[in-house]
C-alpha cells in the first residue's frame, strides 16, 4: 500500500462515480511519485468488476496504463531534475554527496528488479519510476521491466480482488494487500541488511 491520504470510504465513492477513470489517474499518480491510494483504488476497481458495476477487462487495460503512464512521468521527472533534490535532501542530513554517489550505483545496479518487482512493495511502488530516472536507467530497459512489471502487478491485483470479493468484504482485501506489501518491504530491508553484513565480515577477515 502507499501513504494514505483517503479513507477506504472515500477511496470507494471516488471509485463508485468515476470507475476506470478513477483507477487510471489514481494509479498513474502514485506512479509518478504522489502518496495517493492508487493500489487501493485499483484494488476497489477490482472488487466492483466482481460485483459486477465495472467490466474486469475496463479496470484491469486501466491499471496497465495508468501503472505505465505513471512511472514515465516519475522517470522523466527523476531524470531531469531529481539528482539535484536528492543531493538537497542528502544535506539535510549530513550525508555526504560521495556516499550518495555510491548508494546511487549501487541502485542502478538493481534498477530493473527495482522497477518490475517493486510494484508489489510497500513505498517502493511511488519511488521506483523516479529513482530509476535519478540513476540513469536507460530508457529502453525501463520501457521493458516498466511494462512487464506494470501487467504482472495490473493482473494481479485486479484478478484477486475480482475473485476475493465474491467471498469476503473489500475491508479484508485492502488488509491482505497492505499486509503483503509491507512483508514484502521487510523481506528487502532485511535482505539488505544481511547483505551489507556479509559484506562487512568478508571485509574483516584476516588476509591468508
Same mark, same amino acid.
Given at each position: 500500500?502507499?501513504?494514505?491520504?483517503? &479513507?477506504?470510504?472515500?477511496?470507494?465513492?471516488?471509485?463508485?462515480? %468515476?470507475?476506470?477513470?478513477?483507477?487510471?489517474?489514481?494509479?498513474?499518480?502514485?506512479?509518478?511519485?504522489?502518496?495517493? +491510494?492508487?493500489?487501493?483504488?485499483?484494488?476497489?476497481?477490482?472488487?466492483?468488476?466482481?460485483?459486477?458495476?465495472?467490466? %474486469?477487462?475496463?479496470?484491469?487495460?486501466?491499471?496497465?496504463?495508468?501503472?505505465?503512464?505513471?512511472?514515465?512521468?516519475?522517470? #522523466?521527472?527523476?531524470? $531531469?531534475?531529481? #539528482?539535484?533534490?536528492? $543531493?538537497?535532501?542528502?544535506?539535510?542530513?549530513?550525508? +555526504?554527496?560521495?556516499?550518495?554517489?555510491?548508494?546511487?550505483?549501487? %541502485?542502478?545496479?538493481?534498477?530493473?528488479?527495482?522497477?518490475?518487482?517493486?510494484?508489489?512493495?510497500?513505498?517502493?511502488?511511488?519511488?521506483?519510476?523516479?529513482?530509476?530516472?535519478?540513476?540513469?536507467? +536507460?530508457?529502453?530497459?525501463?520501457? *521493458?521491466?516498466?511494462?512487464?512489471?506494470?501487467?504482472? #502487478?495490473?493482473?494481479?491485483? $485486479? &484478478?484477486? &480482488?475480482?475473485?476475493?470479493?465474491?467471498?469476503?468484504?473489500?475491508?479484508?482485501?485492502?488488509?491482505?494487500?497492505?499486509?503483503?506489501? *509491507?512483508?514484502?518491504?521487510?523481506?528487502?530491508?532485511?535482505?539488505?541488511?544481511?547483505?551489507?553484513?556479509?559484506? %562487512?565480515?568478508?571485509?574483516?577477515? +584476516?588476509?591468508?
Amino acid at each position: 500500500m502507499s501513504i494514505e491520504l483517503l &479513507s477506504l470510504d472515500n477511496t470507494q465513492e471516488i471509485a463508485h462515480h %468515476y470507475g476506470y477513470w478513477a483507477v487510471f489517474i489514481g494509479i498513474a499518480l502514485e506512479n509518478t511519485g504522489i502518496p495517493l +491510494p492508487g493500489e487501493t483504488i485499483t484494488i476497489v476497481g477490482g472488487f466492483l468488476a466482481g460485483s459486477g458495476e465495472l467490466n %474486469y477487462w475496463g479496470v484491469l487495460v486501466s491499471a496497465i496504463a495508468g501503472a505505465v503512464i505513471g512511472d514515465n512521468f516519475g522517470y #522523466w521527472i527523476g531524470k $531531469v531534475g531529481g #539528482w539535484k533534490v536528492l $543531493v538537497r535532501i542528502a544535506k539535510l542530513f549530513c550525508l +555526504p554527496e560521495d556516499k550518495l554517489e555510491l548508494a546511487k550505483e549501487k %541502485y542502478r545496479k538493481n534498477a530493473a528488479k527495482a522497477v518490475f518487482i517493486g510494484r508489489f512493495i510497500t513505498l517502493l511502488r511511488i519511488f521506483a519510476g523516479p529513482l530509476a530516472g535519478i540513476t540513469q536507467m +536507460p530508457y529502453r530497459k525501463f520501457l *521493458i521491466y516498466n511494462f512487464s512489471g506494470a501487467a504482472l #502487478w495490473a493482473l494481479t491485483t $485486479v &484478478s484477486l &480482488s475480482f475473485f476475493l470479493g465474491k467471498i469476503v468484504s473489500l475491508q479484508q482485501i485492502v488488509l491482505w494487500f497492505t499486509q503483503a506489501g *509491507i512483508f514484502a518491504l521487510f523481506a528487502v530491508i532485511l535482505g539488505l541488511l544481511v547483505s551489507i553484513l556479509l559484506k %562487512y565480515r568478508r571485509s574483516n577477515l +584476516p588476509a591468508k
